[in-house]
């Protein structure tokens, strides 16, 4: 099937660099088409060049005076935490033991798995995500609900099973060989089955013995293509611990990287209290970062400095990292992003952050040749985005002719009541109704 959207379009062709200066690397064409054909972008540009070549067969919907920009790639998230989001008062280590781990023992239940996979994924494109890296829990049924569920929604989605054989409650536990034979199974049913794409796991350092760790190294080299996800240097108590389980390396990275997990297609959340000598390491890896806002907030693990990564050459995405994180819309992680940087004297231009929640997101993920912007040939994930969301969103966004102004305003007063609909693969997955967004004669 062949249609045109309508729209008003903004998406980055590179990256703009922290401080936007790089003008060319956003594209906005404020009347333009884009044209899908089954799940790829066939044509895109100005509506009066490109509406007079379109034939009769073409439905154009008209969706003027919204934004269409591309769906937007979270780099880290937990699915099985959708009932621990939003409690109160713990660290990291505490907040696993009171809430995280407790929650993922009901995961041994498919049922339970079933339905938590469509509440999360729900939540997500309700949110314009298309794209996420997302971990399971130790039960392989986790997965397998999970990518029922994803590709149900004709989502790109990174997922895989947490391995962990030590520091866990019973139930959470595998081992060594069981959870190399399960992930193997799970890699076998579901690496790019469709858009779905495997990732090895191990949860955090802690909760793997070295036999463990070593395992899931010659597991990522049996399969080259699957990809890595974990945790690193996300709170000063955590890294201590880590220093007392692994007196041997020389940092926490380190553990990762001498245990063979530390690669391109490896994204690791927080990296918050990285040293020069391992942002260095994860450049010369290929290994990406996930930048988590509102988790380091909430539960007080601290801040990351953007400037000292890109500096360092790190590729870095956004991650919610829900449920540690307070919010699945990614506008909200990045309202919270520029805040984390002003805080530090760092200025995150609107060009970067549009960057870093898109584009940047498939860059860190391996995949902005397929997603991240609105390119001819690229796979059809979009959102389209309603500055009139809100009263006050309608009248901040109409003060200024200038697009990236209005992007400003939209990620920082903006969430899921912004997103008008959501497709993924060339289909309208999410539409909201509660917005008035059709206009008299226009077909919406």
Not at 113 to 141: M, W, Y
């Amino acid at each position: 099937m062949t249609f045109a959207i309508r729209a008003s379009l903004l998406h980055c062709l590179r990256d703009p660099g922290l401080d936007g200066r790089d003008g060319g690397a956003i594209q906005f064409i404020r009347d333009a088409v884009v044209v899908v054909e089954g799940t790829k972008f066939e044509r895109v540009g100005d509506a009066a060049r490109l509406l007079p070549q379109l034939g009769p067969d073409v439905r154009v919907h008209d969706h003027r005076g919204q934004y269409l920009l591309p769906g937007f790639v979270d780099c880290h998230a937990h699915f099985p935490q959708i009932d621990v989001i939003a409690s109160y008062g713990a660290q990291l280590l505490e907040w696993l033991e009171k809430y995280t781990f407790p929650e993922e023992t009901k995961f041994a239940d498919r049922a339970h798995a079933d339905a938590a996979a469509k509440f999360f994924l729900d939540r997500l494109i309700e949110n314009g995500t298309t794209t996420a890296s997302v971990f399971c829990t130790v039960h392989p049924q986790s997965v397998d609900a999970f990518f029922t569920e994803s590709e149900a929604r004709g989502l790109r989605m990174v997922a895989g099973k947490c391995m962990m054989d030590r520091n866990a409650p019973d139930g959470l536990r595998d081992t060594a060989e069981s959870g190399v034979r399960e992930s193997i199974e799970l890699i076998e049913r579901w690496h790019q089955h469709g858009r779905s794409l495997y990732a090895i796991t191990p949860r955090f350092a802690a909760t793997s013995t070295p036999e463990q760790l070593r395992a899931m190294g010659a597991l990522a080299m049996q399969y080259p293509t699957t990809y890595i996800q974990s945790h690193v240097a996300e709170n000063k108590s955590e890294i201590e611990w880590i220093a007392k389980l692994f007196p041997e390396h020389r940092s926490y990275l380190d553990v990762y990287d001498q245990h063979g997990l530390l690669r391109e297609r490896a994204i690791y959340a927080h990296c918050i209290y990285l040293s020069d000598l391992d942002r260095a390491r994860m450049a010369e890896a290929g290994a990406s970062a996930a930048f988590c806002p509102t988790s380091n907030l909430f539960i007080g693990s601290g801040l990351y400095n953007l400037a000292q990564a890109i500096a360092a050459r790190n590729v870095v995405g956004l991650g919610t990292d829900v449920g540690g994180g307070t919010s699945y819309s990614m506008l909200q992680t990045l309202a919270e992003a520029y805040k984390v940087q002003q805080l530090q004297g760092i200025s995150m231009s609107p060009a970067y952050a549009l960057y870093l929640a898109t584009l940047g997101g498939a860059n860190a993920l391996s995949l902005e040749d397929k997603i991240g912007s609105i390119e001819v040939g690229k796979e059809a994930d979009f959102v389209l985005i309603d500055p009139r969301a809100t009263a006050l969103l309608e009248r901040r966004t109409s003060l200024r002719n200038d697009a990236l102004d209005a992007w400003f305003a939209l990620m920082t007063l903006g969430d899921d009541r912004t997103i008008a609909a959501t497709f993924a693969n060339g289909v309208k997955i999410y539409e909201n109704r509660t917005l008035q967004i059709a206009r008299p004669g226009a077909d919406s």
